[in-house]
Each structure stands twice: as C-alpha cells, then as structure tokens.
C-alpha cells in the first residue's frame, strides 16, 4: 500500500472543453506549494488529483500548504489499495488498529464505470468484514468513524478524514486585475476574493511619505506577502501621492477632495492596467461604508477611468469583512495602527452625493496631469515569488 494525498476540486469539473486547462493550472500551484517542502509529484487522474512521493513527516508541511491552495474543495491523506474487497477491507483493518469506535460507515463511490466493483459492493461486503473484525454496529446516519473508499481507475484509495480546502479557482486563470491596496481590512480581503476567483492581483500602494510615516507602506508590504501564500506570484507598486494631494487641496473645494483623491489614483491604477496589459481595476470599496462609498460618489470615482472596476465587498458590511480578515490571517496586519493617505488632508464635511458634471468640470482646473505622470514614473515596483 502505498500512502498517498488526495485532491478533490469543485467547479472545475463543469469547465467542459477547458477543464485541462484549469486543472493543469491547479497541478501547476501545488507543484509550486510543494517544492518548498519535497521532491513529491503531483498527478491528475479521473476528476481528481493525486500527490505521491513524500515521507510522513513531509505530509504534515504539504497538508498545511494545501489549504492556502485556491481551486481544491478538499483534501485527504489516503492508502492506495487494490480494487478487490478483501483488500480494501484490510487496509481498512490496518489503519483503525488504534482508533476507538463503536458504530461505523463504508462510504465508497466508483469513479466511471472502468471497473465491475462497484460502490454498493464495496459498502455491503467490506462493512460486513469490518462489522465482523471489530464487533462494530454500522449506523449510517450519524456513525462515529466513516471509511471513505473512491474506486478510480486501476485502484482504490481509503482515507478516514476530509480537510477542507480554500474552494474556487486556481489563482491566475482568470487575467490580472490592477487592485488599489491599502493596509488597513477592506482591500486585502477584496483581493483576496479575487484571487479566489482566479484573478491575478498586482498591487497598486498610494502613499504620501514623507508627509506621513512609511508604516502604511511595511503594512501592505506585509499584507502582500500573506497575500503571495494564496497568489504565489505578487507585484506591487508603492506611488508616492502627496504631491497630487497638495495640488487638489490648493486649487479643489474642500468637500470634493477625496473625490479627486481617488479620481486620481483610478487614473493611475488605469495607467497600470495599460502597462501591465490587466483587464479590470479593483477596490475594497462597501457601499454605504464610508462617505466615498455611496453611489454617487462611486459612480463619480468609477467615471475616471475607462477600465471596468471590481468590487468585491460591495455587499459585506464592515463585521463580514473582518471575519473573513480573520480568517486567513489578514487580521493581525491590518489592525496595526497606520496613516493612510486617504485619511490625510480629508475634510471634515466630504460630500456623500457628488455631481460628476461638476466634478468634471472643476477637475480641469486642477491641472493635474504633471503631477500624475511624475507619481507613475516614481513609483517602485516590488515582485515577491513564493
């Protein structure tokens, strides 16, 4: 018997035609995950994936790196066995020597009709050897050890436990998305959906040092990388925005402001997109949240760029945001005191309902166009490869 990992997906069964080519992505993010860990070997087989070549102490490290994996519903460590009762049943037999139970289940299922062994066989026969052997009852409504056996292929795979998995699609098979990037909930966890749904993010930063500390730019540092477990692949830009700040506050009405403030970093984050060939910008933006955040004022925002903009937390409120934050290990970052350039030179009575015709129009006066350009061409870039 041979002790193998066994992968399950979700949605990429129904890709039809180009189902290949997002489980080849996936196989290719876990070979990534794994090589920092062994030389094992990751394979595809009928609607699942299989890694194999690891010693029992490597599989503790591939198991805990599975789970930050987008695109895997679930994940087992299994015992690979023949297809015959007799051997399935005692692989069974060898691995709950130590385990404590007094009901149990045989859920088996057969992967394609390649075989006569059938899912009902295996529950029936192989239950009654293990009824037998321990003098367990079987209950399968609510037993107190369930034996999974999937029959794919020229074998079978036994396994006792389910890991859950991040779910979704593979990270970069849906395009690159420009995605603004603060440090504080909002952002990386709208980033981290993205990347759920296959987006590729590349990190834009505004900051306004040295007006402001550089915390914010250690913080979305630190975010990025927490963002790389589950991306494998990060490039970020930290631009520079005070000078672009300091133009809009000598020459725009104080209420309007924030409404060129992010104006102007869409313009940016679009000139991005165009370089980094992207198809879409993103923010952390939930309606409602913030005074930049009513409708008005997004659409007003959203009119500044030609790119279509991504809002994945739109419709979270800011509790939801911070329990997903939480749970992948965004949290402890993001809570970190910091001077965010869009909390710095902001009105105290910002405008909720702004008129993009009238923000248009006072945005011409504002001649900005240099200050853009020389925010763009001061940028740093930072890559980080997991």
Do not use: W
């Not at 020597?97 to 992967?111: G, V």
């Not at 396994?159 to 991040?166: A, H, L, P, S």
């Not at 995605?179 to 987006?199: E, M, Q, W």
């Not at 240099?370 to 061409?377: F, S, T």
């Amino acid at each position: 018997m041979e002790t193998i990992i066994l992968i399950h997906y979700g949605e990429i069964a129904l890709k039809g035609g180009n189902r290949a080519f997002f489980e080849k992505a996936l196989v290719r993010n876990i070979q990534t995950v794994c090589k920092k860990i062994c030389s094992c070997r990751v394979e595809r087989i009928s609607g699942r994936l299989l890694i194999r070549g690891f010693t029992k102490t490597e599989s503790k490290g591939i198991m805990d790196s599975l789970q930050r994996v987008c695109g895997i519903v679930n994940f087992s460590l299994a015992q690979k066995t023949a297809q015959s009762v007799t051997k399935i049943a005692e692989c069974i037999l060898n691995n709950i020597k130590e385990k404590k139970f007094k009901t149990f289940k045989i859920d088996a299922r057969r992967a394609g009709k390649h075989t006569s062994l059938s899912g009902q066989e295996v529950n029936g026969k192989v239950g009654d050897i293990i009824r037998k052997k321990t003098g367990a009852a079987v209950n399968l409504s609510s037993p107190e050890l369930t034996c999974f056996v999937e029959i794919v292929e020229d074998a079978a795979y036994v396994y006792f436990e389910k890991e859950k998995g991040t779910g979704g699609l593979p990270a970069g098979v849906s395009g690159r998305v420009i995605t603004l990037l603060s440090s504080g909930f909002d952002s990386p966890v709208a980033a981290y959906l993205l990347i759920k749904r296959g987006a590729e993010n590349i990190f834009v930063h505004f900051h306004s040092y040295p007006s402001t500390s550089k915390v914010s730019q250690e913080n979305v540092r630190a975010l990025a990388l927490r963002l790389l477990t589950h991306q494998l692949r990060v490039r970020l830009y930290l631009v520079p925005f005070v000078e672009i700040q300091k133009r809009i506050i000598t020459k725009a009405l104080p209420s309007l402001r924030l409404i060129f403030y992010r104006r102007a970093m869409m313009g940016i984050a679009g000139e991005i997109a165009k370089k980094e060939k992207a198809f879409a910008l993103a923010t952390g933006d939930s309606l409602g949240q913030v005074a930049s955040q009513t409708l008005e004022n997004i659409a007003a925002v959203s009119a500044a760029t030609c790119f279509p903009v991504l809002r994945p937390c739109m419709g979270l409120d800011k509790e939801e945001i911070i329990t997903i934050s939480r749970k992948i290990g965004l949290y402890d970052i993001s809570k970190l005191p910091y001077e965010d350039c869009c909390s710095f030179f902001v009105p105290d009575h910002p405008e909720t309902r702004a008129n993009l015709s009238q923000v248009v129009k006072q945005e011409k006066s504002l001649s900005l166009e240099r200050p853009l350009k020389a925010a763009l061409h001061d940028a740093i870039i930072e890559e980080f490869i997991y």
